[in-house]
């Protein structure tokens, strides 16, 4: 099994609640963003590459599962596991989850497509990409 890949690590903020005292929803997306980001890094599709190239990266199906609260001042690390690699899209998922006790706190499994930002349409992804991404191949056991 491929390892998987620390891409977020942070605090729950006061102000990241609702009224119910506990992180909101739109954080969870939030921080779930910011680790796919670091992953889509991780595989070669950097900011500065992805704008000299006139291509971008965009999500085609996203499904969250929240699993238990977590609250202000609370600790969170997100997991990134790739799934499956095609011509121009990758299939990951994050686990995100408290440092403190090891408990999976929330979930997300997303499709991404490489585009081209001019022709607004899918492109293959660069073979380093799709050749580091395949290497993060997570196979269940």
Request: aromatic content about 8%.
């Amino acid at each position: 099994m491929a390892e998987k890949l620390l891409t977020y690590k942070g605090l729950v903020y006061p102000w990241h609640c609702d009224h119910m005292g506990h992180m909101n929803v739109m954080w969870y997306v939030g921080k779930f963003d910011e680790a796919t980001w670091a992953f889509f890094a991780s595989v070669g599709l950097t900011p500065e590459m992805l704008r000299a190239s006139d291509k971008g990266m965009a999500a085609l199906d996203q499904h969250l599962t929240y699993q238990k609260e977590v609250m202000p001042g609370d600790m969170l690390e997100v997991y990134t596991s790739v799934l499956e690699v095609k011509p121009k899209t990758i299939r990951f998922h994050h686990e995100m989850l408290s440092p403190e006790t090891g408990e999976v706190v929330a979930t997300c499994m997303l499709v991404a497509v490489h585009l081209d930002t001019k022709a607004r349409k899918g492109v293959a992804l660069p073979d380093n990409v799709r050749e580091k991404a395949m290497a993060m191949i997570e196979v269940e056991g």
